[in-house]
């Protein structure tokens, strides 16, 4: 018991020590991880005291046929070689799609937000057109 008195104290004068030389932030932030170590080496769960959580997102990409694909380029009124730039494809894979070839998973999960909210992705295609005169 002396030892762990001992210790109890050291931690405390080098906590001291250290608290002399940090702002506000640093203190709370530091007595905060000294209490949640105290409660992790303590007898309690830990479940007890904090919420324990794990996030996880509902995000399976949707199967794309041929004709899901081209709707999606759709929405956005785009060519072919306009879709493929915006996804960073190449329009070959972009042909491919619409003559039956599955997408890749990636793919997928982008057409899939794409159809969540065409408005907003719609306007982002715009945003990034940039129109180059040649000499014609």
């Given at each position: 018991?002396?030892?762990?008195?001992?210790?109890?104290?050291?931690?405390a004068?080098?906590?001291?020590?250290?608290?002399?030389?940090?702002?506000?932030?640093?203190?709370?932030?530091?007595?905060?991880?000294?209490?949640f170590l105290?409660?992790?080496?303590?007898?309690?769960?830990?479940?007890?005291?904090?919420?324990?959580?794990?996030?996880?997102?509902?995000?399976?990409?949707?199967?794309?046929?041929?004709?899901?694909?081209?709707?999606?380029?759709?929405?956005?009124?785009?060519s072919?070689?306009?879709?493929?730039?915006?996804?960073?494809?190449?329009?070959?894979?972009?042909?491919?799609?619409?003559?039956?070839?599955?997408?890749?998973?990636?793919?997928?999960?982008?057409?899939d937000?794409?159809?969540?909210?065409?408005?907003?992705?719609?306007?982002?295609?715009?945003?990034?057109?940039?129109?180059?005169?040649?000499?014609?």
């Amino acid at each position: 018991m002396a030892d762990k008195d001992k210790k109890d104290r050291r931690a405390a004068k080098k906590t001291a020590t250290l608290g002399a030389r940090m702002n506000s932030v640093e203190r709370d932030l530091v007595a905060g991880l000294e209490g949640f170590l105290a409660d992790l080496k303590g007898d309690k769960p830990i479940e007890k005291k904090y919420t324990c959580r794990r996030v996880v997102l509902d995000l399976v990409p949707q199967p794309y046929t041929v004709a899901r694909v081209k709707a999606t380029r759709q929405l956005l009124n785009a060519s072919q070689g306009l879709f493929a730039q915006f996804l960073g494809v190449s329009v070959k894979a972009v042909r491919a799609w619409e003559q039956g070839r599955t997408p890749g998973e990636m793919a997928c999960r982008f057409m899939d937000e794409i159809r969540h909210n065409p408005e907003y992705w719609r306007s982002r295609l715009q945003e990034s057109i940039k129109i180059r005169t040649t000499g014609c």
